[in-house]
């Protein structure tokens, strides 16, 4: 069955850098977009950052454009999110989406989490000093 699984996240300093990985089995990765959420704690779960399934397209949200970059091998069926530069207002538990959306040249990052079918099961992320 489909399954998304988060990986790579863990404490680090400002500044710092992680690389999240969202392993993806039971579906061809190349028919998905993909988006990364946050959710900190006390608030809403956010968009932070989508690829689309063509590949061609992303985007971020404001907050964090510059510092991540989303990436994805469909042939490793994995998506990546390089984040560098981290702040403490980048802790939280961050997730990965799916959507089916063959074809798909764009993406955007004002998608809520209803746009989003498949959900991981989040990985934390806690910057510290």
């Known amino acids: 069955q489909l399954q998304l699984v988060e990986s790579g996240g863990g404490l680090v300093q400002p500044g710092g850098s992680l690389r999240l990985s969202c392993a993806t089995s039971?579906?061809?990765?190349?028919?998905?977009?993909i988006g990364w959420f946050r959710q900190a704690p006390g608030k809403e779960r956010e968009a932070v950052s989508c690829?689309?399934?063509?590949?061609?397209?992303?985007e971020y949200v404001d907050s964090v454009r510059g510092r991540f970059t989303i990436s994805r091998d469909n042939a490793k069926k994995t998506v990546y999110l390089q984040m560098n530069s981290l702040k403490h207002e980048d802790t939280g538990v961050y997730y990965c989406a799916a959507d089916y959306s063959p074809y798909s040249a764009f993406c955007t990052v004002k998608r809520g989490v209803g746009s989003y079918n498949f959900w991981g099961q989040g990985t934390q992320v806690t910057v510290s000093s």
């Open positions: 039971g579906i061809t990765l190349d028919y998905y977009t």
């Open positions: 690829i689309s399934s063509a590949g061609i397209n992303t």
